[in-house]
């Protein structure tokens, strides 16, 4: 149980993680965008200056990647490197890094050096299309128009790899890309029309209800988006087989506590003649059931500890095992995330304690309804 409640609880915040990292706390957005200098957003904002730490604009933009023959869809995220820092955690998403006279310079330093026409690529977009550091890769951008007959025109750019991303979902490393957002304007022929702003928060606990103060200051046709709202659905179910997998084992430890029970009954026969004379000499049967609830719990206390230490060993062998493979395209991670919360601990604690007491419930009960006279008869 324990080792199932921690690795449930760290993909929960690998998860958490992950979406906050790559989306931000909120998103304050337009239905068709909106002019990157609007100045009336801006002006809003600065009363939630107490409560917003950073915000930076982006454009949200789907297409087409190309390299060596291979296609593949890909999500393009045009960020602002001058403050794309201060809301977005992407510098420790960065895995490569390269030598630059004899120092080394992180992808993601590459990509704020770099004033236009590179980009950040997912690690699995990158394997999908064998893409290598400094490699160029080519997007393709859709355009509606009523001119072409087929409806659309192409918008082609090349742009170089200075690196690649790990987001923490097997979805975002898969169709990912960060580019620089004056590169994907002009790539999409948009202007200076950007997607929305991206905002974070000094708490991000309070994102919905920051987010909800957000949408009634600016009011229509703005609206928001926080960071649990974008991934609901995964949140959602990581709760939900919390919970089911907690109670699946918590009955098997139901299971495990009969044995207490067979235990303590075994014991109260082996002790019947003892417990007569304990009665001849006055103790009351309320002392008798007593003595037999506390032998339950302290054999209880004393398999929850071994438990706790066992499972704490697993854990931590899981942790640093790196023959376990987990396949990322099915769950969403490529390891087992591991992470002890105390809360998990102490509810693990309480009910198999709590077992172990109601199993001996009925032998402490068969034990202070014995007839003594039937027990020392033979004595």
């Given amino acids: 149980m324990v080792v199932a409640m921690a690795v449930v609880s760290g993909v929960e915040s690998l998860l958490k993680q992950a979406v906050m990292d790559v989306t931000g706390h909120i998103l304050v957005m337009k239905p068709v965008g909106f002019d990157r200098d609007d100045t009336g957003m801006s ?17 949200h933009i789907e297409g087409l990647s190309a390299h060596k023959g291979v296609v593949s869809g890909v999500v393009l995220q045009g960020v602002d490197p001058s403050s794309v820092g201060s ?10 890094s390269t030598q630059n006279a004899g120092a080394e310079i992180s992808g993601f330093d590459r990509f704020l050096q770099a004033s236009q026409g590179s980009v950040l690529v997912g690690k699995e977009l990158a394997k999908k299309l064998s893409l290598s550091l400094d490699d160029d890769i080519t997007l393709i951008i859709p355009r509606a128009t009523t001119v072409h007959k087929q409806g659309f025109t192409r918008q082609i ?19 990912y890309i960060m580019m620089n957002i004056q590169d994907a304007q002009e790539l999409a022929k948009v202007g200076k029309t ?25 009011g229509h046709p703005y609206w928001t988006r926080d960071w649990m709202e974008v991934s609901r659905n995964y949140f959602s179910a990581v709760t939900l087989e919390k ?27 082996r002790r019947f003649s003892d417990i007569s004379l304990l009665r001849t000499f006055g103790m009351s049967q309320k002392s008798v059931a007593r003595v037999f609830s506390l032998q339950g719990l302290i054999v209880g206390v004393f398999g929850v500890a071994s438990g706790l230490l066992f499972g704490l060993f697993l854990t931590k062998l899981v942790e640093i095992s790196t023959w376990l493979y987990v396949p990322a395209e099915i769950y969403k991670f490529d390891h087992l995330p591991i992470e002890l919360r105390w809360l998990d601990w ?13 199993s001996s419930l009925a032998p402490a009960r068969r034990a202070s309804r014995m007839n003594p006279v039937e027990g020392i008869r033979y004595e």
């Fill in 87 to 96: 809301v977005l955690n992407l510098r420790n998403r960065v895995l490569e």
């Fill in 346 to 358: 102490l509810l693990i604690i309480s009910a198999s304690l709590l077992l172990c007491w109601v």
């Fill in 157 to 175: 750019g090349r742009f170089k790899v200075v690196g690649f991303l790990d987001l923490g979902k097997y979805e975002f490393n898969e169709r």
């Fill in 194 to 218: 950007i997607s929305g702003y991206r905002l974070k928060i000094s708490d991000p606990s309070k994102a919905q209800d920051v987010g909800f103060d957000i949408n009634r200051e600016l």
């Fill in 43 to 59: 002006t809003k904002l600065e009363k939630f200056s107490n409560t917003i730490t950073g915000i930076t604009p982006f454009l």
């Fill in 243 to 269: 919970t089911v997998l907690f109670i699946v084992l918590l009955f098997v430890v139901m299971i495990a506590s009969f044995n207490v029970s067979s235990a303590l009954f075994v014991h109260v026969l």
